[in-house]
């Protein structure tokens, strides 16, 4: 496709429920990044994939977090029991191995 | 550890009058060093980039930084801000061995006056 593009754009859990975010990236791009923006903030790194592979989760605030990119296209971050705290944008980005990121449109997540 | 602070939280200014947004960095050598604009809603676009050589780095929508190693700062700046301007400014860096594991600062929002 022409951009990232993430889905959904807004959801809305329910404290506990189990959520799962969609990331396509650009077409040909290697590398996919998972990013966490809270309000007021800055992005911030959760994980990084070459292909398939997952190179870096250090920033994976727990292991409720969860990402896959099973065929190095598409990738999912999945979070289990949210908490409120979860509350954030959650911001994929992709590039074809360099160091210039193109970032999709975020998904808004509001656990309530 | 690396960082990035952006000193200005909020900054005001009239449609027509030049910008200057701030940007200091702490990380042990040269980073890679991004600007991105956020409007409401929106994902991140890249303003312009500095890896290496001319420390003056021109970008998109007239916008350019310049690359200040002695003050660890990367200051963007745009000579005459239009209202559609008015965004959210955000400044990166990378390690040069992270490719695109970027570190942020927490952003300056702008408002343009008419």
């Known amino acids: 496709g022409a951009g990232v593009s993430q889905s959904p754009r807004y959801k809305v859990a329910k404290r506990g429920q189990d959520v799962a975010l969609r990331c396509d990236p650009i077409?040909?791009?290697?590398?996919l990044f998972w990013y966490q923006q809270a309000l007021g903030q800055g992005p911030e790194f959760l994980t990084y994939?070459?292909?398939?592979?997952?190179?870096?989760k250090s920033g994976l605030p727990s292991d409720r977090f969860f990402a896959e990119r099973p065929e190095g296209s598409v990738s999912t971050l999945k979070i289990q029991r949210t908490q409120q705290e979860d509350s954030a944008v959650y911001l994929c980005?992709?590039?074809?191995?360099?160091?210039?990121?193109?970032f999709g449109e975020g998904s808004w997540l509001t656990v309530v | 550890a690396q960082s990035v602070t952006q000193p200005d939280i909020h900054i005001t200014v009239s449609e027509g009058a030049s910008l200057e947004l701030r940007c200091n960095y702490s990380?042990?050598?040269?980073?890679?060093l991004f600007w991105y604009v956020q409007s409401p809603g929106q994902g991140l676009q890249l303003l312009l980039k500095?890896?290496?050589?001319?420390?003056l780095v021109q970008g998109i929508k007239g916008f350019e930084a310049e690359f200040k190693r002695s003050q660890s700062s990367f200051n963007l700046r745009k000579p005459s801000v239009h209202w559609s301007d008015a965004a959210e400014y955000f400044c990166?860096?990378?390690?040069?061995?992270?490719?695109?594991?970027?570190?942020f600062g927490d952003g300056t929002t702008l408002t343009v006056k008419p």
């Open positions: 980005a992709s590039s074809f191995l360099g160091n210039t990121i193109y």
């Open positions: 077409s040909g791009h290697v590398s």
């Open positions: 994939f070459q292909n398939e592979a997952q190179l870096d």
């Open positions: 990380y042990g050598a040269t980073p890679y």
């Open positions: 500095y890896f290496s050589g001319d420390t």
């Open positions: 990166a860096i990378q390690g040069s061995t992270n490719a695109g594991k970027s570190t």
